[in-house]
């Protein structure tokens, strides 16, 4: 891998041809790891169609423990879904740097990407953390209730997807620094995983406005 | 670090052609999004000025909706360049998308089959519990192969004890009005046990109802002399009573559920 990245570096405005690499295109000459990516996220889709459609069809039924407008503070919630907003935007501009071969400004806003996104991360485990011991939110056992299991279901697994995020958005600074990832044809790499940012951004767009603030109209 | 400087500036000094730079537009659309979500935030807020409220009251849920699915679109389209980029990858993604919504149904239908065993929603009567009905809690219920039999019945006893506290609560406070057996007083409380609500017939609803009362009739705030774990109880015992439509109860008013 390093050998070829030092070979990108210095011959690919020559067309030199990489081998075996994800970014390597396919037959249809797409790159490989792009249509991966697409359809991991349409099938990512489902996954969280799924689980937001569990939190609606059980809304309003909880037999016990605390409704979901006796634990939701809009304060917090807002702050993170701004930052998670905000990291989309410098992620869309990392991207653009890197195609513009600007590999060290790419860099700086995957940094600040991650940084977000790690922030967004951590009011989530302040919030979890509060409705399970001071608002008696609890996900399972006797004390359960269908808001619970359903609300802690969906949110952790879009949180858990943040997470994978910012672990990816790491290594891929440590891998510019090493000029490991170069611009040029390896950019579809920052790429991809800006998509994967974005649909997380996505996903939580719809959370935010159907399980929080809707909650509030009622 | 000399070497990656000389790549950073490749570009600006006639290098291979550089597809055209996005950065103004993102940055745009980031300001748009940003301001989106701040009429977003604010729509809750209306709330709080009344008239405000009830002057537009059924456009602001709708408006939340379509202000999402702008922000959905405009991410996907602009940021994520679906818009300008191949069909293959749009089929990917919007046909799953489509999916996504059947199973959203999908997983509806199954819960009304799965917690509806007398076909009315998840409500368990009190005529259910005291024929011994054992309600299904976990997906499967008890017969399921994965159902763990300890949780099932810590599960179905809280369940039970706080429904006896429930009905307790009910005789202490609300029969004077509701009647005993929730059919309603002539000239004062409603019937609790038809399918029509004033309301909201779901759980959350009448805790609400019960909390805050109904200013302007007989119907008092509860939520001064009960904690919310007596509400709740409350609220599921007479969400119980629904449809059971006992005799000599007074006629529907409010909408049917």
Partial sequence: MSAHA??????????????????????????NIKLAMWAFLGSECMF??????????????????????DVFSIGITSISTFLL????????????????QKPLTARTFILITAALGACFVGFQVVEFHEFYTEKHLVFAGANASLFGSTFYTMTGFHGTHVTVGVIWLLIMSVLITKKKLVPGKEAVNVEVMGLYWHFVDIVWIVIFTFVYLLEFLK | MSHGHA?????????????????????ILGVVLSLVTFIELGIPL?????????????????????????????????????????TLYKILFISPLFLAMFSFFAIGSLSVVHYAPFGKGYAI??????????????????????????????????????FAKGKETFAASCVSCHRADGGGMP????????????????????????????????????????????????????????GMNVAGGKACEGAKE
Wanted: proline share 5%; with cysteine; net charge negative.
């Fill in chain 1, 6 to 31: 030092e070979n990108l570096t210095h011959d690919d405005a020559h067309g030199h041809e990489s081998h075996g690499a994800l970014s390597e295109n396919n037959f249809l000459g797409l790159p």
């Fill in chain 1, 48 to 69: 969280f169609g799924s689980l937001i459609g569990t939190y609606f069809f059980y809304h309003g039924n909880s037999l016990g423990g605390p409704l979901p407008k």
């Fill in chain 1, 85 to 100: 907003l905000m990291s989309s935007l410098t992620m869309a501009l990392a991207v653009d740097a890197m195609k513009q």
């Fill in chain 2, 7 to 27: 790549v950073e500036t490749n570009g600006a000094h006639g290098g291979p052609a550089l597809p055209h730079s996005h950065r103004k537009q993102y940055i």
């Fill in chain 2, 46 to 86: 209306v709330k709080g000025v009344p008239e405000l409220w009830t002057a537009a009251k059924e456009v602001w849920a709708p408006l939340l909706i379509v202000l999402s699915i702008f922000k959905f679109g405009a991410v996907v389209g602009d940021f994520m360049h679906l818009r300008s980029d191949l």
């Fill in chain 2, 125 to 162: 009567t009190a005529q259910d519990l005291a024929d011994g009905y054992v309600p299904p809690t976990v997906g499967g219920g008890a017969d399921a192969p994965w159902a763990d039999d300890k949780f099932e019945a810590a599960f179905v006893d809280a369940q039970k004890a706080g």
């Fill in chain 2, 187 to 242: 000239g004062l409380g409603v019937n609790l046990t038809d399918d029509c609500y004033k309301h909201g017939g779901k759980v959350a609803a009448l805790y609400t109802t019960i909390a805050k009362g109904v200013s302007g009739t007989a119907m008092p705030a509860w939520q001064s002399s009960m904690d919310s774990e007596k509400l709740r109880q409350v609220a599921y015992y007479v969400h119980s009573l629904k």
